[in-house]
């Protein structure tokens, strides 16, 4: 599907997701996040621990990317 979101990043813990997500809708672009699945199964542990994607629309990655990418004051 066209309009599915996309990974923009993949980041450790669930605050560090919710960080970017905030600096994401603050600048106007809908974003979620979710537990990846890059861990699973990792050391036979399963759980709600581990990395978190950080997702777009398509249409927003190419701005969301430059909005993570701008230098900070």
Do not use: F, W
Request: proline fraction near 8%; aromatic fraction near 2%.
């Amino acid at each position: 599907m066209e309009d599915e979101p996309v990974v923009l990043d993949v980041v450790p813990t669930e605050p560090e997701a919710e960080l970017l997500c905030s600096l994401l809708r603050n600048s106007g672009i809908k974003c979620g996040q979710r537990l990846s699945n890059r861990a699973a199964g990792a050391l036979g542990v399963a759980g709600s621990v581990g990395p978190y994607e950080v997702l777009v629309h398509p249409q927003d990655l190419e701005a969301a990317r430059e909005l993570l990418e701008a230098p900070t004051e």
